[in-house]
């Protein structure tokens, strides 16, 4: 797909099936069927303090899903030219993240975990750490 068809718009919060029962509730994740990539690694942020920010980079052609599994905190999406921020705190929803985007993971409340599904396992050659960098590739800045 085309970078520029890689824009914020495309990320969005996918509701998650839940099962609701006197027992509790119970969700449930299937690649290409829930979300529109197959998982092929799940990792999780938990002891966070607070004040801490996470992220801080973009993805050449990974797609994620991030869930407030257990408390809240905010993630801010950034195409180069629009960003939009969401406040993550239902562990059914997910914010589903299209590769070439901009991320900032903030105001992470105690004892809150973020899990992160994945489309591929973890390759430094797939980030980019710095954000000029990520205009460029993006061709917002030269
Ligand atoms: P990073 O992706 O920068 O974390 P965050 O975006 O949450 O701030 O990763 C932090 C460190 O962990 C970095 O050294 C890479 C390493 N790491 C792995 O080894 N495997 C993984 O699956 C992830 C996500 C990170």
């Not at 750490?129 to 993006?138: H, S, T």
Request: contains cysteine.
């Amino acid at each position: 797909m085309e970078n520029t068809m890689l824009n914020i718009n495309l990320c969005q919060i996918i509701e998650l099936p839940k099962i609701s029962e006197s027992r509790g509730n119970l969700t449930f994740v299937e690649g290409n069927n829930h979300i529109p990539f197959d998982i092929k690694r799940v990792y999780y942020l938990y002891d966070v303090p607070g004040g801490a920010e996470r992220g801080g980079h973009g993805h050449k052609a990974l797609h994620q899903l991030i869930i407030a599994m257990s408390g809240s905190f905010d993630v801010l999406l950034d195409d180069g030219e629009h960003q939009k921020r969401y406040h993550l705190n239902r562990s059914y929803n997910g914010l589903y993240v299209c590769p070439m985007i901009w991320r900032e993971l903030d105001n992470f409340s105690s004892g809150s975990v973020c899990m992160v599904l994945a489309s591929n396992t973890y390759d430094e050659d797939d980030y980019y750490r710095d954000y000029k960098e990520y205009l460029v590739a993006r061709g917002v800045i030269l």
